[in-house]
């Protein structure tokens, strides 16, 4: 199963998604490491990096499928061209592919924990509030099935209940 986690920076999706893949024992492909790893090996920011890193963890993800195994994909997904390049990724492999959107419905706990977030990603620069709600007006509306978490609920509930939703999926 290909398990794709969606939502704003500092929502809670990537612990969420930690959360989760330890719960399922399944390897998490995050985007942020992976663009930041890109700037760490000299491409320079001006390039697509983002556009990239989707791609290296596409198909870092389509290995981890190969092997017959689950994978969760840790990125914002904020737009459609990338919820299809999942859809596309687990059509090529036969498997199904389930979307998890994390929200944060309180914008004061947003904010802080964007704010007061250090996930020690060498050589990445953390959005800054604005940047979030920028993005946030250009979230696409979703057209796909999805469970959506809210991260002002308790991780381990949160957790349970995506175990059962991936569970319905599969």
Not at 69 to 92: F, P
Not at 103 to 128: A, K, N
Request: charged share 20%; glycine share 8%.
């Amino acid at each position: 199963m290909l398990i794709v986690m969606a939502g704003l920076p500092g929502a809670g999706k990537s612990s969420m998604a930690e959360a989760l893949g330890r719960r399922l024992v399944a390897p998490v492909v995050s985007v942020d490491p992976v663009e930041a790893a890109m700037w760490r090996a000299g491409v320079a920011r001006d390039q697509p990096t983002g556009l990239a890193a989707y791609a290296v963890a596409e198909a870092v993800a389509g290995g981890v499928l190969a092997l017959g195994q689950t994978v969760i994909a840790d990125a914002v997904n904020a737009v459609e061209a990338a919820r299809e390049q999942w859809r596309s990724l687990g059509g090529r492999h036969g498997v199904p592919v389930a979307f998890i959107e994390v929200v944060c419905s309180d914008p004061i706990v947003h904010r802080r924990r964007l704010e007061g977030r250090s996930r020690r990603i060498e050589g990445f620069t953390e959005p800054t509030w604005e940047a979030v709600e920028r993005l946030r007006e250009r979230f696409a509306p979703w057209t796909d099935h999805r469970l959506v978490l809210d991260a002002v609920t308790d991780v381990s509930s949160n957790v349970a209940a995506a175990v059962e939703f991936l569970a319905a999926v599969s």
